[in-house]
């Protein structure tokens, strides 16, 4: 019978072991789907990326492997499976992605993005909970030009109750990954891949190839006092016998008084012979 995860063979009725219908990339490895996606906005002036679990996304599309959506989930699972190329390597950073603002227009906000080099291969298997077989593989390869999606393989007869098979291409849902609206959660993945695991370690680590990290702000330093206002006094000028004007001035002037008369020790100056005597200096003013 099917060993769960190995694919070694499956036991025909009435015949010798067959060579197994599902077949796997050398150095193929399994990997447990995503349970969350990201939901982006901005809060208090900083990118703000949180994690949203994708069981509770609205779209129930994105619940369960494609076609699969009110089969019972006990009667099939899905195994999952990563082959990368010996050259290239996954590449995860935080840019911008496109999302849908309450107005109904795209705006761009930071997310966690991801590209996988050409080569690689993605796989899924789903299989008969009851049976231990495998009723369907799917798979998608990337190439230069983009991704190319099939199903390798299908087995009607070992289909679980109530799945009929796609109704619809498999690139029609994987290119909406990572699309969505704004502060809520995303479609699951990136790069048209959904059930990749996203590689939260690029919002919280050191920052990396073109993108910085913006960590929750700490304590703020206390702002520093405000320097009191200056006082504005107003002042009235003289500017003839019977004009003046206000003028606002920012500090009242010092005056310096020098007391008349000689300084101490000296002799008073009397050049015009009238010393300590009042002068006239109008008709009505001395």
Known sequence: MRVPLALTAVLVSGAAPAADPVSLPAGAVAYAPARVTQSISVLNDRDHIEAVAIAALED????QP??????????????????LPAQGRVRTWVGDIGVKNSFGFVQ????????????????????????????????????????????????????????TGLKVSCSSCHNE???????????PGGDTVLSDPLDWSVWASAPGEGW???????PQPAPAPKAAPT????????????????VAVTARPTVTVT?????????PSCSNGSCGVPQRRGLFRR
């Open 66 to 83: 494609g076609g699969l959506g009110g089969v019972d989930r006990s009667l099939y699972r899905s195994e999952t499976y990563r082959t």
């Open 177 to 187: 990954a990572g699309t969505g609206k704004y502060a809520a959660g995303l479609v």
């Open 108 to 163: 761009q906000n930071r997310g966690i993005r991801r590209a996988y080099p050409v080569g690689t291969r993605f796989d899924e298997v789903l299989v008969n909970a009851k049976t231990g077989k495998a009723f369907e593989q799917r798979t998608r390869e990337k190439a230069a030009d983009g991704w190319l999606s099939t199903v390798a393989f299908a087995d009607e007869e070992e289909r679980p109750a109530g799945y």
């Open 212 to 218: 910085t990290t913006q960590p929750e702000p700490g």
């Open 60 to 63: 129930t599309r994105w619940h």
């Open 259 to 267: 007391p008349a008369g000689p300084a101490p020790g000296t002799a």
């Open 231 to 246: 006082p504005v006094q107003y002042v009235m000028v003289r500017d003839g016998l019977f004009r003046s004007h206000w």
